[in-house]
C-alpha cells in the first residue's frame, strides 16, 4: 500500500469516526433529552467507539433510555421525584455497554 493509498484510508475512517460521533451524539440527545439537558461530548463517544462496536452503543443507548423513561414514569405516578444528573446516566449506559460486550465476548 502507497503512502497515499494509507493517508486515504485513515482520512476516510477519521471521517467516518466523526459522523458516527454525530450520530451517536443525537441518539443519546433524542433518549435522555427528557431528563436531562446535557450531551456528551465527542471524546466520550470516541471512547465508546474505541471499546465497543457501534451496534453496541446503539443498543445501550435505546436500552439505557427506555429503562430511565420507565422508571421517570414509574417515579411520576407514584408522585415522586425521581431525579437523575448526567453522571448517572452516563455510569449507566457505560455499565449496559459493558454488560452487552461481555454477553457477546461470551459468545
Known amino acids: 500500500m502507497s503512502d497515499n493509498d494509507y493517508l486515504r484510508r485513515r482520512i476516510a475512517e477519521a471521517r467516518q469516526r466523526k459522523e458516527d460521533v454525530a450520530e451517536l451524539a443525537e441518539l443519546f440527545s433524542l433518549n435522555f433529552s427528557h431528563l436531562i439537558s446535557e450531551v456528551p461530548d465527542e471524546r466520550q ?3 465508546w467507539l474505541r471499546r465497543h462496536p457501534k451496534s ?18 414509574e417515579a411520576e405516578s407514584k408522585g ?4 437523575k444528573t448526567f453522571a448517572d446516566v452516563l455510569r449507566y449506559v457505560s455499565g449496559v455497554m459493558l454488560k452487552k460486550q461481555a454477553e457477546v465476548d461470551r459468545g
Open 45 to 47: 463517544f470516541f471512547v
Open 56 to 73: 453496541i452503543i446503539v443498543d445501550s443507548l435505546d436500552r439505557a433510555g427506555q429503562w430511565f423513561n420507565d422508571k421517570s414514569q
Open 80 to 83: 415522586e421525584e425521581w431525579n
